[in-house]
């Protein structure tokens, strides 16, 4: 049963730092390229940072040399650093499997978690 859970949300003052950490109970995480997307108040879901098998990184213009994404194969699990955080970083925050060695993956979301910005 392929499960995902993400934690370490909250509530921060701007300029402050939140380290996201998202458990992943899935088969084949070595081979797994992982997603993290936010989704703020009243927009859609968007794509924040994404790491390959291979620990290779991509994240969004609005993120850049900010947040930094990592994995750890032996626990399963994919990070996200937040430093310099901004009130228009306010969402709730999920973790997602991108693909499998190359394949698609359409499997669950997790239930995601809160971070909000103040000002």
């Known amino acids: 049963q392929v499960q995902l859970v993400e934690s370490g949300g909250g509530l921060v003052q701007a300029g402050g730092s939140l380290r996201l950490s998202c458990a992943a109970s899935v088969s084949f995480f070595r081979i797994s390229t992982m997603d993290w997307y936010r989704q703020p108040p009243g927009k859609e879901r968007e794509l924040v940072e994404t790491?390959?098998?291979?620990?290779?990184?991509n994240n969004a213009d609005s993120v850049k040399g900010r947040f930094t994404i990592s994995r750890d194969n032996a626990q399963k699990t994919v990070d996200l650093q937040m430093n310099s955080l901004k009130p228009e970083d306010t969402a709730v925050y999920y973790c997602?499997?991108?693909?499998?060695?190359?394949?698609?993956?359409?499997?669950?979301w997790g239930k995601g978690t809160q971070v909000t910005v103040s000002s």
């Open positions: 997602h499997r991108k693909s499998i060695g190359g394949l698609p993956d359409v499997g669950p």
């Open positions: 790491i390959t098998r291979d620990g290779s990184t």
